[in-house]
């Protein structure tokens, strides 16, 4: 069993539907990270958690709205949705806020939930 | 330009062989590196650190490159099972991991 997993694996969804992805993490960790993954590009770091408080967010538009309860748990609430916005999301701990220590800096992540928008 | 490149590939390779690719960064400030592995449908994965003095583990081998700003890895006896994406990562000054698009691999039998 993965120590990040991520639901639901799968999503459809049309442009004016409301969804939420959920991520949990069995590892312990105080950071954890929503990437977005397209087709044939870098991850791109949506936003950033640690100790539950939001440090980083890279101007990701506001359809995309992160929530983040504790430290174990990760939401990304989704609304009124693009085309371009379907993509593979992933989510990713690692032990501490890479500012305190590059030392802890492997970042383990789920399995993905693959989006599509319609 | 962008802050991580890298050759997308494929790079189509006999199993047995030995396989080489780089990949480049433009922040000059950069302190940690990392090679990641992600199989196709599946999530990366910590592969490998890269340590200024260049480390070995196992059949990979990773250098890093200061002066060419590069960071390289190294597959000897290449297995099937080595088929996959290989991601280039740096940790920037902003402590944000910086991802490469990926070098994707194929081992033929």
């Known amino acids: 069993e993965t120590g990040v997993t991520q639901t639901p694996r799968h999503l459809v969804m049309g442009m004016t539907n409301k969804k939420s992805l959920k991520c949990e993490q069995h590892?312990?960790?105080?950071?954890m990270y929503w990437y977005k993954q397209s087709a044939k590009k870098p991850l791109e770091l949506m936003f950033v958690y640690s100790l539950e408080e939001r440090v980083e967010n890279n101007s990701v538009p506001s359809r995309f709205s992160p929530e983040c309860p504790n430290s174990s748990h990760l939401f990304l609430h989704l609304h009124t949705l693009q085309p371009e916005d379907s993509a593979l999301y992933l989510c990713?701990?690692?032990?501490?806020?890479?500012?305190?220590?590059?030392?802890?800096?492997?970042?383990?992540f789920g399995q993905g939930t693959r989006l599509t928008v319609v | 330009r962008k802050e991580v490149e890298q050759d997308p590939g494929p790079f189509n390779v006999p199993e047995g062989a030995t396989v080489a690719f780089n990949c480049t960064y433009s922040n000059s400030a950069s302190q940690s590196f990392f090679w990641y592995r992600q199989d196709c449908r599946k999530e990366p994965k910590l592969l490998m650190s890269v340590y200024s003095s260049g480390n070995e583990d196992g059949r990979f081998t990773a250098q890093l490159n200061r002066a060419s700003q590069y960071i390289s890895l190294l597959i000897r006896d290449s297995k099937l099972s080595d088929s996959a994406t290989y991601l280039c990562?740096?940790?920037?000054?902003?402590?944000?991991?910086?991802w490469g698009a990926g070098t994707k691999l194929i081992i033929k039998p």
């Open positions: 990562v740096f940790l920037d000054s902003n402590y944000q991991l910086i």
């Open positions: 590892l312990g960790h105080n950071a």
């Open positions: 990713a701990s690692s032990q501490s806020d890479l500012r305190s220590s590059a030392m802890n800096t492997e970042a383990f």
